[in-house]
């Protein structure tokens, strides 16, 4: 059985590793929840791993860029590396979509025009 020490080098190991922030925090999260659990562990140690995990925690989100998506587009394991999982969007879809969302707005645009000034508008 894992001790709560043992738990809490995982967390540092995912900080300090070439993982999607996501994946680490993740994991990270999961190896609190672990430490918490624990039976067999005295209070103070699980007060130094759960700092040590919180540490780490800081560590990933210190590197982050808030504009950056912290998933790497969905990144998944493939051979050790982390490769983006991005669909391929067909542009007659995308054509399609633009086209549905005008012909909403041309029936926003015609109710506002029917609106008669004496009538109460209803939110």
Not at 51 to 72: F, P, Q
Not at 78 to 105: M, Q, T, W
Request: proline letters at 3%; aromatic letters at 8%.
């Amino acid at each position: 059985m894992k001790t709560a020490l043992e738990f809490a080098k995982t967390a540092t190991h995912y900080a300090s590793s070439n993982h999607p922030p996501n994946h680490a925090l993740n994991k990270i999260m999961d190896q609190v929840s672990r430490i918490e659990l624990l039976k067999n562990a005295t209070p103070k140690m699980k007060e130094q791993a759960l700092e040590i995990c919180w540490d780490a925690y800081a560590k990933v989100l210190a590197k982050l860029n808030s504009a950056e998506d912290e998933s790497w587009g969905n990144a998944k394991n493939r051979d050790g590396k982390y490769i983006p999982d991005l669909e391929i969007v067909d542009n007659n879809d995308f054509a399609e979509l633009v086209a549905g969302e005008s012909e909403h707005a041309d029936g926003a645009q015609i109710a506002i025009e029917d609106y008669q000034e004496d009538e109460e508008l209803v939110f």
